[in-house]
């Protein structure tokens, strides 16, 4: 099975910083990558896809890039409204799927 | 809009069967989309548990394999997963959700409200 090594596990920023999250893949999956954002109490929200394809009606400051088997995740000026977990996730050639176990974000 | 409604019981004895069903509204079953299952331990992050498609074809994480079943019913317009055997591990947040075709892999698109099942006698 892949596994998925996301890193920091929490991180504090300041508004309008940038804030940058790493993914790591167990082995190369191309750039078969996807982000959500989870808030409290909610569903996960798909915000990337395939590395570096924003999702419909999602903010331009949310970014993605990489491939093989390290990835990034960046907010480039953080808002209030980003305070959230984040999740990378993969489908593996099997349709088998494994998500990163996350990265806490908190306005400092 | 496609739109995931989940129903089923919030609290499931310790051996017995956790039992979900989401209905799908605003769109075809049957489009080319695997429908998913996902759990969230309090606390936790996110494990997939397993997809099926409208033919009835299913995917499931091997690590839950032994007691999961996931089906479809077309007619209804839901899908519905069974977990056997539970215990106070599986106590999480379930959510359903759509797998949209994103390049060549899936992403999950739209998600069902959740349910948090608790396992206690």
């Known amino acids: 099975d892949i596994q998925m090594t996301q890193s920091p596990s929490s991180l504090s920023a300041s508004v309008g910083d940038r804030v940058t999250i790493t993914c790591q893949a167990s082995q190369d999956i191309s750039n078969y990558l996807n982000w959500y954002q989870q808030k409290p109490g909610k569903a996960p929200k798909l915000l990337i896809y395939d590395a570096s394809n924003l999702e419909t009606g999602v903010p331009s400051r949310f970014s993605g890039s990489g491939s093989g088997t390290d990835f990034t995740f960046t907010i480039y000026s953080l808002q209030p409204e980003d305070i959230a977990t984040y999740y990378c996730q993969q489908y593996d050639s099997l349709l088998r799927s494994t998500f990163g176990g996350g990265t806490k974000v908190e306005i400092k | 809009q496609v739109h995931l409604q989940q129903s089923g019981p919030g609290l499931v004895k310790p051996s017995g069967t956790l039992s979900l069903t989401c209905a799908v509204s605003g769109g075809s079953i049957s489009s080319s989309n695997w429908w998913s299952w996902v759990r969230q331990p309090p606390g936790k992050g996110l494990e997939w548990i397993g997809e099926v498609y409208h033919s009835g074809n299913t995917n499931y994480n091997p690590s839950l394999k032994s007691r999961v079943t996931i089906s479809i019913d077309k007619s209804k317009k839901q899908f519905s997963l069974k977990l056997t055997s539970v215990t106070a591990a599986d106590t999480a947040v379930y959510y359903c959700?759509?797998?949209?075709?994103?390049?060549?892999?899936?992403?999950?698109?739209?998600w069902g409200q959740g349910t948090m099942v608790t396992v206690s006698s």
């Open positions: 959700a759509r797998n949209r075709l994103v390049g060549a892999r899936w992403a999950f698109d739209i």
